[in-house]
């Protein structure tokens, strides 16, 4: 893991990230995320995914450029085993990026603690 921030965000399951664009980041932590947020364009790269590594867990959170809309980002997180859904907006990489490792990180399992 690849993360200055406190260590509690560094502790998050194992995952990985796909991207529209057909890029693959393994683990992706806070340097990954912003470069993966960086890349996101309006035309041919719109969107990524991070998943967990463990096919047996259901939880997913999507970042989406917002092109119709007044710029910034839509996030999208998925976890079946908590029945969460939720989305937000926001446009500023370092809130999206401690965001989505704080929504990872809480996808620990006990035995993961």
Known sequence: MNDALPPWLSLRPPCFADTEDGEQVEDPG???ILSMLANLNTSDNTFFVIYPEDE???WSVSVHT?????????????????????TRVDADHTTITIHVLEWISQRRLPSEL
């Open 30 to 32: 806070h340097v990954e």
């Open 66 to 86: 917002r092109p119709r809309a007044r710029g910034g980002y839509e996030i999208k997180q998925h976890d079946a085993a908590t029945g969460e859904h939720a």
């Open 56 to 58: 047996d867990r259901d």
